[in-house]
């Protein structure tokens, strides 16, 4: 594991998510540094997706900022990829009638220069840009193991493929940063090794990670730090030692009540919410 130093990729301040009268996100201070592969876990309902929406545009924050490489970040999620900003969902997003490679090439027009005359005209800017696309997709397939499907429609692949085609298509973007939510979800114990694999070999290849998820031994084999929220604010972060040992995340995931923690209506009133605002973001689209 590698624990960096520095400035910070990524920092959010003081990000506060409120729907109506129902705060799901509250006052959350959280960095990625380069180099770092980040947790971010909590118990349902503790506002994980929510900070995530706020980080990558989806949502803006009630309060506090969100800097990407110093800069803060526009609340509009193409440029927050353009940024260098990549994520994933946590229901996978593909598009199911087109092939796998075509799936990943959706995924380079952040890195794409050529305009509408060009496209128009497909003059040989047009034509380079296209094959330079269609290499880097390649590439891409072949490291994620999809190297032999490119030609398959999305939706006909295995369930533990597909995520790892999310995956490959938001590499595409180029990201220094990827964002991943709940990517090992329904997935047998096979699958979950290869995707922590994967993960490993993309820091590797200097893209810092933030990734949510409920599987704690996936979290504590690749995270270097990790951050705990419960309903919607920061209750431990540390190393995933520090992280083990703290009877509150114990207390947390098992339900024991502790003090200051949310009972179940206060829990499910924040997925109810989340839920609403992602069906509303969905009809916006």
């Known amino acids: 594991m590698t624990t960096m130093t520095g400035t910070p990729l990524l920092a959010a301040t003081g990000v506060t998510m409120r729907f109506g009268g129902l705060t799901a996100v509250r006052s959350v201070d959280l960095t990625v540094r380069p180099g770092q592969i980040v947790g971010l876990i909590g118990p349902n309902g503790a506002g994980k997706t929510t900070l995530f929406n706020c980080l990558t545009?989806?949502?803006?924050?009630?309060?506090?900022?969100?800097?990407?490489?110093?800069?803060?970040?526009?609340?509009?999620?193409?440029?927050?990829?353009?940024?260098?900003?990549?994520?994933?969902?946590?229901?996978?997003?593909?598009?199911?009638?087109?092939?796998?490679?075509?799936?990943?090439?959706?995924?380079?027009?952040?890195?794409?220069?050529?305009?509408?005359?060009?496209?128009?005209?497909?003059?040989?800017?047009?034509?380079?840009a296209e094959a330079a696309s269609a290499q880097r997709a390649t590439e891409l397939l072949a490291f994620t193991g999809l190297a032999a499907k490119s030609g398959h429609l999305a939706r006909n692949l295995p369930y533990g493929e597909?995520?790892?085609?999310?995956?490959?298509?938001?590499?595409?973007?180029?990201?220094?940063?990827?964002?991943?939510?709940?990517?090992?979800?329904?997935?047998?114990?096979?699958?979950?090794?290869?995707?922590?694999?994967?993960?490993?070999?993309?820091?590797?290849?200097?893209?810092?990670?933030?990734?949510?998820?409920?599987?704690?031994?996936?979290?504590?084999?690749?995270?270097?730090?990790?951050?705990?929220?419960?309903?919607?604010?920061?209750?431990v972060e540390g190393t995933t030692e520090t992280v083990q040992r703290d009877e509150r995340v114990v207390a947390a995931y098992l339900g024991t009540p502790f003090e200051g923690a949310p009972g179940q209506e206060e829990v499910a009133e924040v997925e109810a919410a989340e839920e609403a605002a992602a069906e509303s973001e969905g009809q916006g689209r």
């Not at 598009?95 to 496209?119: I, K, Q």
């Not at 993309?202 to 990734?211: E, K, Q």
Request: proline share 5%; with cysteine.
């Open 57 to 128: 545009g989806l949502y803006t924050p009630t309060e506090g900022t969100v800097t990407y490489r110093g800069r803060t970040l526009p609340p509009k999620p193409h440029l927050v990829a353009q940024a260098g900003i990549s994520r994933t969902f946590q229901n996978i997003r593909l598009f199911a009638n087109m092939t796998v490679l075509e799936n990943v090439l959706v995924g380079r027009h952040t890195r794409t220069r050529e305009g509408l005359l060009s496209a128009l005209v497909r003059g040989p800017a047009f034509h380079r």
């Open 162 to 235: 597909q995520r790892r085609l999310e995956i490959a298509r938001a590499l595409a973007g180029e990201p220094g940063l990827l964002l991943l939510d709940e990517p090992t979800a329904g997935m047998n114990p096979q699958e979950t090794r290869a995707t922590e694999e994967l993960v490993l070999a993309i820091r590797d290849r200097g893209t810092a990670v933030l990734v949510i998820e409920h599987d704690m031994r996936f979290i504590f084999n690749l995270c270097d730090r990790v951050t705990v929220l419960v309903q919607g604010e920061k209750l």
